[in-house]
């Protein structure tokens, strides 16, 4: 089956360490996007890729960094200057030009203490 | 740049009641629209989309109509079941202003729906 693949769906740590999301597609799209959503502030896009080695900050990429060294993968890293981690983040994808839907992943529930 | 409001909720009706969810959106040039879904602890599930004026998005009993001269994408249905219940974002894709590319999504800051038997 195509889709998206994040992990893990539960993610704890402490205040001060970094952490990485993980976040897979089979689904052969060129663009993929980290989203954060906060209780009743929607969506907001943190980065995003259109190809592989290239990537693009979003509304709040502060505290945030990502690679695309493969097309199939955009890992996430939380670092500890991002001030208010604790949230969901959702990973998407798109098949890209002139194709503007995107297919969201799972979610993982990121709780820093 | 471009923005999308929806109704607030949470919106609270019986089964087989009849839904509205409005929305309505600001945006340069001619976006896409849509409608996406989220159950309880899950990602988001795209409902239906319209890419151009008088376009009707349909799916699962949910309607929609890409109205350009009121500029809304007001959701519909029917009559509602139990497993509607969830949140429901209005989302539009189209160019931005500061340069970026049509990808992009805009939300809505989501409605949440809750269906009692």
């Known amino acids: 089956d195509g889709g998206i693949t994040q992990s893990p769906k539960y993610l704890f740590r402490k205040e001060g360490q970094n952490v990485t999301l993980s976040c897979e597609q089979n689904?052969?799209?060129?663009?993929m996007y980290w989203y954060r959503q906060d209780p009743g502030q929607g969506l907001r896009l943190i980065y995003y890729?259109?190809?592989?080695?290239?990537?693009q900050k979003g509304d709040i990429a502060e505290g945030y960094s990502v690679s695309r060294e493969k097309k199939e993968s955009f890992p996430l890293t939380v670092t500890s200057a991002q001030k208010n981690p604790t949230a969901f983040y959702l990973c998407?994808?798109?098949?890209?030009?002139?194709?503007?839907?995107?297919?969201f992943g799972p979610g993982t529930r990121l709780t820093v203490t | 740049g471009n923005s999308v409001t929806q109704m607030e909720g949470p919106v609270t009706l019986s089964e087989e009641a009849f839904l509205t969810i409005n929305c309505t959106y600001t945006?340069?040039?001619?976006?896409?629209l849509f409608w996406y879904v989220q159950y309880p602890g899950e990602g988001l599930q795209l409902l239906l989309k319209?890419?151009?004026?008088?376009d009707k998005g349909s799916n699962k009993g949910f309607e929609a109509t890409y109205r350009k001269e009121t500029t809304s994408f007001h959701l519909e249905k029917g009559s509602v079941q139990v497993s509607d219940s969830a949140v429901y974002f209005c989302?539009?894709?189209?160019?931005?202003?500061?340069?970026?590319?049509?990808?992009?999504?805009?939300f809505g800051k989501g409605t949440l729906l809750t269906v009692n038997p």
């Open positions: 319209a890419t151009k004026a008088d």
């Open positions: 998407a994808s798109s098949r890209g030009e002139r194709t503007y839907e995107q297919y």
């Open positions: 989302a539009l894709s189209g160019w931005q202003i500061s340069g970026g590319s049509n990808y992009k999504l805009t």
């Open positions: 689904l052969n799209h060129d663009a």
């Open positions: 945006a340069t040039g001619y976006p896409s």
């Open positions: 890729s259109q190809i592989v080695n290239d990537f």
